[in-house]
């Protein structure tokens, strides 16, 4: 049985050997058949719309693919491509593509289209159509494509008779054509080459360009211009240059330019370093205009230029260089050495060293084109003046020597008619020599008639002297430059050491200011009798960075000293800025008139104190940082004409604040805010405003407490005048607002936000108010003030606010009749502020007493000034139990019959008064004295001019009339009351008799 079951094993086992080679061959030959129908599949219809699809899905546009055709030997070809933008503002049309994918490379897993060409291929641009660019959102950003990647897919790419053709939003158009070009890509350490060929322009004015250019990029850097070599060969053959109109706005460059153009120009570069140039550029009526050129604009009927350059070690040969125009003129041959070190061995090598060249400019024909550039004043002319120079070597005693000179003459123009010109002609000499192992400068001198500077040495020890009069300069330059707002007088001298040595320059010495005067033009002025500056500064060139290794400044200020700083000279420096300052025993007293100059302080505010910071100022990635862990200022005094001034025997404060200038705007984000006096502390103090995409937002949150007998000192310009207020309460602030930057009126109008505070006691025109606490909402601009209530002079005060900061004139209205006022008791204080304007009988009185109340229905306050003519009030106002000391115009009325104001109690009976356009107006105020009733009706203007009609108590009859029995008296005799309520116009006399007389017909009638 054993033998059995082994036998029939090794069968089974020989059959499965036997299956393993068809199997083996069946997958071979299910590979061949899938390798030989995959080009069958991607040439398929289906494939051919998937691709078409998947293009127009991933751009929004509309693409169109008439055949293509995949083969393992042929390639990749493409037939009758289009795609069209969805608005229709870009377009491209391809009669034919043509690859060659590597099967190697792509076997290997890396896509490489080998040779490629591109046929007829057509792009049309309309910029007329093209929608508005949406803005970028935080975050996005396109995906990038390392260099390798790109050359391994694009190598080699050959374009055929291309034609692109853009319009701009003018509609003028500019045709490029015949555009036959070649790129060859290789990886770095490799040669890779490019040559384009094309026609600009159609017609007559068709022009021809040709470029070509071969770059061997080093392979341990990459693709880099540093470590790079190559030339570059570029012909422009009669360019129209106004046809580049389109493209220039196309690529978002605002110049416009007119006239023709046509340059050679060969360049070779070495280890990414220019090699040699030559250069042969001829234009006629060129005219280029623009934003770019801030609005100037610049001008020639003939421009040439030919050049001739080649680089040897750290010098530059010029062979040739000629530049002309209508309006100046460069010529100039020889070596040109780049570091100091170079001119050391050019001047020391021997005696045939030589640079010679020449330049001169008419002034007149170069500043009336570019005002703006060299900031002329506006409506000046230049009618005169001459710049030219010049550089030539000379051998003195067996010594190579460099002698430059530049002379400015003549310069003169006019401003609204009125000549000016030059006193004297400024002046410019340097002369240049070396020995053996440095570069001397024998002399180097400017003159003019408000400076003069002066240096002489060798170029690791250049001492130098200089001295400006500031009121010369602004005389003498300010008649044709814009120097700033402000006159000028002092004088300015400084003396010091320059030390040039390798990429680095060294610069120590002291500056002296004396009896400096700035004066603005509202008669406003700073003076500084002696300010005293030493310095010691390093310029490192190959970083481009300053180094700040001290500055101290000592003036009847007090001192600033900066140490050890570091301050980035451009974008591309890899310093980060680092500045370390510190303020010493500043005074003030002496500050506040630089902060009346330029920071808009109001004259009249008197500041006092002994100010001390560390301040110390980052560079962050396009923005400044400035923090304060350590300013504190000594028997700080804040005081206003009028005001009792604000004093605190010490004030210290912490900040962080980032500033990020970006273009126009500035973005300020105060990360830290920390205040602490006696009398006001801020314990938490944020702001944040950032600008993005022509829209602000600002943010905040202020936390803190203050005793407002001290806050209303300092904040005597904010709250209403007279306004006193005592208590130390808490302070919660939180806002937040997003507006369009061009409208900052729209910050309120879109505001968020809450504050919280209160006082214990106020005192305003007379009201005695008690304590008070207050919660503010704002929402979208629209405030509440919440309901409150309080004591007013033993009364009670009640309130609630509404305002809608969207409005143009910004009112607080009440949201609901309320009853305002109950109880309050009179003064003669309020009677002076506020009730004169309710009757003239309460002005001008030495004394008062009794009960006021008033019941309101609509109450509408200004919030902004010149808006007083908006102010409404209406509602129903009386008193009782008034006793008057001493009232002009009621002792007048009483005095007609015989009667004394002394003892006479005063009741106001309920009256319906309203203030509109600035004027207080009711029909009747009944106000009996005891018991003889005195009416009032008419006009009160807040300017005092009155417009009433006073009705007496006494009756055309003779009779007196009693307000507990008033119908019976019968009609009463009316005045009419004028002038203001200072001096009030009642001609009692005169009226009563006419009154009298009425009366008597009436009776006898």
Do not use: C
């Given at each position: 049985m054993a033998t059995q079951d082994g036998g029939r094993q090794d069968a089974a086992r020989r059959k499965r050997t036997r299956k393993w080679p068809w199997v083996l061959i069946g997958g071979i030959l299910l590979i061949v058949v899938l390798f030989a129908l995959a080009p069958v599949v991607l040439s398929s219809d289906g494939f051919r719309r998937m691709i078409q699809t998947k293009i127009s899905q991933s751009t929004g546009g509309t693409a169109d693919i008439g055949r293509l055709s995949v083969g393992w030997w042929k390639g990749v070809q493409v037939s009758d491509f289009r795609f069209r933008e969805p608005t229709?503002?870009?377009?491209?049309?391809?009669?034919?593509?043509?690859?060659?994918?590597?099967?190697?490379?792509?076997?290997?897993g890396t896509l490489s289209l080998g040779r490629t060409v591109i046929d007829r291929p057509t792009i049309e641009i309309d910029l007329r159509k093209r929608p508005a660019s949406a803005p970028a959102q935080?975050?996005?950003?396109?995906?990038?494509?390392?260099?390798?990647?790109?050359?391994?897919?694009?190598?080699?790419?050959?374009?055929?008779?291309?034609?692109?053709?853009?319009?701009d939003t003018t509609g003028k158009a500019v045709q490029i054509a015949q555009l036959n070009s070649t790129l060859n890509l290789r990886l770095p350490g490799q040669t890779s080459r490019f040559e384009a060929k094309m026609v600009v322009g159609e017609g007559e004015e068709a022009a021809t360009v040709h470029a070509a250019a071969t770059v061997t990029p080093a392979k341990a850097r990459g693709w880099?211009?540093?470590?790079?070599?190559?030339?570059?060969?570029?012909?422009?053959?009669?360019?129209?240059?106004?046809?580049?109109?389109?493209?220039?706005?196309?690529?978002?460059?605002?110049?416009?330019?007119?006239?023709?153009?046509?340059?050679?120009?060969?360049?070779?570069?070495?280890?990414?370093?220019?090699?040699?140039?030559?250069?042969?550029?001829?234009?006629?009526?060129?005219?280029?205009?623009?934003?770019?050129?801030?609005g100037d604009r610049v001008q020639t009927s003939q421009l040439t230029v030919d050049a001739k350059l080649m680089r040897q070690d750290q010098t530059i040969r010029v062979e040739q260089l000629n530049a002309h125009t209508d309006w100046a003129n460069v010529t100039a041959a020889g070596t040109v050495p780049l570091t100091a070190t170079s001119l050391t061995d050019l001047l020391g090598s021997d005696s045939t060293y030589s640079l010679k060249g020449n330049f001169d400019c008419n002034l007149p024909a170069l500043l009336s084109q570019m005002p703006n550039t060299f900031g002329l004043?506006?409506?000046?002319?230049?009618?005169?003046?001459?710049?030219?120079?010049?550089?030539?070597?000379?051998?003195?005693?067996?010594?190579a020597t460099v002698v430059a000179q530049t002379t400015v003459t003549g310069l003169a123009g006019t401003v609204d008619g009125k000549p000016l010109a030059l006193s004297e002609p400024v002046v410019a000499n340097l002369r240049l020599s070396a020995d053996d192992s440095s570069v001397r400068l024998d002399a180097m001198d400017l003159t003019a008639a408000f400076a003069k500077v002066t240096a002489t040495g060798d170029f690791n020890d250049i001492a130098y002297d200089g001295r400006i009069d500031l009121a010369?300069?602004?005389?003498?330059?300010?008649?044709?430059?814009?120097?700033?707002?402000?006159?000028?007088?002092?004088?300015?001298?400084?003396?010091?050491?320059?030390?040039?040595?390798?990429?680095?320059?060294?610069?120590?010495?002291?500056?002296?200011?004396?009896?400096?005067?700035l004066t603005a033009a509202d008669g406003n002025s700073v003076s500084e009798p002696a300010a005293d500056i030493a310095f010691a500064l390093d310029v490192d060139s190959t970083n481009q960075a300053l180094a700040v290794h001290h500055l101290d400044a000592q003036g009847s200020f007090g001192a600033i000293a900066v140490q050890n700083a570091a301050i980035p000279l451009d974008e591309s420096s890899p310093v980060p800025m680092r500045v370390d300052l510190s303020a010493r025993n500043l005074d003030l007293e002496k500050i506040a008139p630089y902060a009346v100059l330029f920071a808009s302080l109001?004259?009249?505010?008197?500041?006092?104190?002994?100010?001390?910071?560390?301040?110390?100022?980052?560079g962050e990635q396009g923005a400044y940082r400035i923090r304060t862990d350590d300013t504190r200022i000594q028997n700080f005094v804040l005081a206003t004409p009028g005001e009792e001034p604000f004093s605190q025997k010490q004030i210290t404060t912490t900040f962080d604040v980032v500033i990020a200038p970006e273009d126009e705007n500035v973005n300020v984000n105060v990360e830290t805010f920390v205040l602490n006096s006696p009398q006001i502390t801020i314990q938490k103090g944020q702001i944040k405003r950032t600008v993005q995409d022509r829209r602000v937002q600002v943010e905040g949150t202020i936390e803190g407490e203050c005793d407002w007998a001290a806050v209303g000192q300092i904040a005597s310009g904010v709250v209403p005048e007279g306004l006193e207020m005592s208590g130390r309460r808490a302070i919660s602030l939180n806002f937040t607002s997003a507006y369009p930057a061009d409208d900052p009126n729209a910050l309120m109008a879109n505001l968020d936000g809450s504050a919280r505070t209160g006082f214990d006691s106020a005192y305003y025109k007379g009201l005695n108010i008690g304590s008070t606490d207050v919660q503010v909402r704002i929402e979208k601009g629209f405030m509440t003030i919440e309901p409150f209530s309080t004591t007013v002079n033993n009364g009670q005060l009640n309130f609630a606010g509404q305002a809608d900061f969207k409005e143009k004139d910004r009112l607080l209205r009440t949201p609901e009749p309320l009853m305002l006022a109950r109880g309050i008791e009179l003064n003669r204080e309020m009677t002076g502020a506020l009730l004169q304007y309710v009757n003239p009988l309460f002005a001008n009185v030495t004394g008062i007493s009794g009960i006021a109340h008033f019941d309101c229905r609509t109450l509408a306050i200004p919030l902004a000034e010149g808006l007083e003519r908006k102010a409404e009030v209406s509602g129903t106002f009386s008193a009782d139990k008034v006793l008057l000391e001493a009232s002009g115009l009621l002792e007048e009325i009483l005095k007609a019959t015989g009667q004394s104001l002394r003892g006479q109690r005063l009741t106001v009976r309920p009256t319906n008064i309203v203030?509109?356009?600035?004027?207080?107006?009711?029909?009747?105020?009944?106000?009996?004295?005891?018991?003889?009733?005195?009416?009032?009706?008419?006009?009160?203007?807040?300017?005092?001019?009155?417009?009433?009609?006073?009705?007496?108590?006494?009756?055309?009859?003779?009779?007196?009339?009693?307000?507990?029995?008033?119908?019976?008296?019968?009609?009463?005799?009316?005045?009419?009351?004028?002038?203001?309520?200072?001096?009030p116009k009642l001609d009692l006399g005169r009226l009563l008799q006419e009154q009298l007389f009425r009366g008597l017909g009436d009776l006898f009638g």
């Open positions: 229709g503002w870009a377009a491209v049309s391809i009669a034919g593509i043509d690859a060659q994918p590597r099967l190697g490379a792509l076997l290997g935080p975050g996005d950003s396109a995906s990038s494509v390392s260099p390798a990647a790109g050359l391994a897919i694009l190598s080699d790419i050959a374009v055929n008779d291309g034609s692109i053709r853009v319009t880099t211009f540093k470590g790079t070599s190559g030339d570059v060969v570029v012909e422009v053959n009669d360019l129209k240059l106004d046809s580049l109109a389109p493209i220039f706005e196309l690529a978002g460059i605002e110049l416009q330019a007119r006239g023709r153009l046509s340059a050679n120009i060969t360049t070779a570069v070495q280890d990414g370093e220019l090699a040699t140039l030559t250069a042969a550029v001829a234009g006629r009526d060129v005219d280029i205009s623009g934003a770019l050129l801030k004043k506006e409506g000046m002319q230049i009618t005169g003046g001459k710049a030219e120079g010049s550089i030539d070597t000379a051998t003195v005693t067996g010594r010369g300069l602004q005389s003498e330059l300010g008649q044709f430059a814009d120097l700033g707002p402000y006159q000028m007088a002092g004088q300015v001298t400084s003396k010091g050491k320059v030390a040039i040595r390798d990429e680095h320059i060294g610069i120590t010495g002291t500056a002296f200011v004396r009896q400096m005067v109001p004259a009249s505010t008197r500041l006092e104190g002994i100010g001390e910071s560390t301040l110390t100022v980052t203030l509109r356009d600035g004027i207080v107006r009711y029909d009747n105020m009944q106000i009996d004295v005891e018991n003889s009733p005195i009416n009032f009706a008419g006009a009160i203007g807040l300017d005092g001019r009155l417009d009433m009609t006073v009705t007496l108590p006494w009756t055309l009859k003779g009779r007196t009339a009693r307000a507990d029995r008033e119908d019976k008296a019968g009609p009463r005799i009316a005045v009419p009351l004028t002038g203001t309520i200072s001096q």
